[in-house]
């Protein structure tokens, strides 16, 4: 029998004979659609991809479009061959994303990569769209033919995410009574997303007065050069300290969160902020946007908010993430541009009504209450 998205639950997406083992989790299918990225990583197991399911659902709503979160994974390392365990991934996805799965790029895959897996499958997510959502893909025929690799690259969700981080923190900012110009952000990672956050910020006004990656924290309390980092970063968002034209100061991994600076942005890993490094803030810290995945462990950011600091949650602040095609495939844009604009406005609004709103709990309460409004009873 061929297992159908009608329903949220887990899939396996193995086959022993070509050494596949991985899943496929729908947190929650709205309007015949869901919707997550397909990653490949060692670690990936049916609770984490739960998880991160969860956070799609949320993503979604919280910028008012109903579409239902799911994430899958390949447990493994990229290496030789894995082009034929994305093949057969391919063929065990191809039901499911003929039944309103679509896929996007995630941890360890690429746009030119997912695009593959939708050739493989036969299968065209504009057609999906077109008849689940009652011809909501018509933003996308409007634009013209559709690169379908350039529309899932990191390049483009990564900045989109990125400008949605920044676009967060000067709302926020604006609710908490900071003026985001007389700030100076920490920003953990320079991948696309943080990257990405980083130059919108500086756009915005604020000072990039540090930034961290797996080798420690660059900083420099007048500023750094965005543009001496981005000459020395590699694909991964490592920072090649030998090429730096610009005096920095090398501190070590986690001195990124230590600093007397007013913003942090985590936009790397899971549980970067644990109890032990958030007792350990500078007292100037006032805001933290989060915009990597749950980058704050459980409960602290109850904590954080008990001290004075004021948090976004995850799935606000890097709503962005899932906006690109889920704006253009429910006809709510017509271009990448256009996506762009209107993420912003809608994550600047969420966190308007999330950081020091109306309702009680946490803010991420808040958000939960506003992102499940989206759909409804049941």
Not at 2 to 11: A, D, Q, S
Not at 25 to 32: K, L, N, P, S, W
Request: hydrophobic share 45%; aromatic share 2%.
């Amino acid at each position: 029998m061929v297992p159908v998205l009608n329903r949220p639950g887990t899939f396996e997406l193995s086959d022993p004979a070509v050494g596949l083992r991985g899943f496929l989790v729908v947190d929650r299918v709205a309007g015949g659609l869901c919707m997550g990225g397909l990653r490949f990583a060692p670690n990936v197991s049916a609770a984490q991809l739960a998880r991160l399911a969860r956070l799609m659902s949320l993503k979604f709503g919280v910028l008012g479009l109903p579409i239902g979160g799911a994430k899958a994974g390949i447990a493994g390392s990229r290496g030789p061959g894995d082009g034929a365990l994305l093949r057969r991934a391919a063929e065990l996805l191809a039901a499911h994303l003929r039944d309103g799965f679509l896929v996007g790029e995630d941890l360890g895959t690429t746009g030119a990569e997912i695009a593959a897996v939708y050739a493989h499958a036969s299968v065209d997510p504009l057609d999906v769209v077109r008849s689940r959502a009652g011809g909501g893909a018509g933003a996308l025929a409007a634009s013209g033919p559709v690169d379908l690799a350039e529309l899932l690259s990191d390049r483009v969700t990564g900045t989109v995410a990125g400008n949605g981080v920044a676009v967060a923190a000067a709302a926020a900012a604006e609710q908490i009574g900071l003026r985001l110009d007389a700030c100076l952000v920490a920003v953990q990672g320079f991948g696309s997303v943080g990257r990405a956050a980083a130059r919108r910020l500086r756009e915005l006004g604020a000072t990039i007065a540090a930034v961290a990656d797996v080798e420690g924290t660059v900083c420099a309390p007048g500023g750094l050069d965005l543009d001496d980092l981005e000459r020395a970063r590699d694909v991964r968002g490592r920072i090649d300290r030998r090429r730096l034209r610009r005096p920095v100061t090398l501190l070590p991994g986690d001195d990124w969160c230590r600093l007397p600076v007013h913003v942090l942005v985590p936009a790397a890993v899971e549980d970067a902020i644990t109890p032990d490094v958030a007792d350990r803030l500078h007292r100037r810290v006032r805001l933290v946007v989060e915009a990597a995945n749950a980058p704050v462990q459980a409960g602290v950011e109850a904590r954080l908010e008990r001290r004075g600091v004021a948090v976004v949650p995850d799935f606000v602040a890097s709503a962005g993430s899932a906006a690109v095609f889920g704006l253009l495939a429910t006809g709510r844009a017509a271009t990448v541009e256009a996506v762009t604009a209107e993420c912003d406005r809608l994550i600047a609004d969420a966190t308007r009504r999330v950081v020091g709103g109306d309702g009680a709990g946490t803010s991420r309460e808040r958000a939960t209450r506003l992102a499940e409004g989206t759909f409804g009873p049941g």
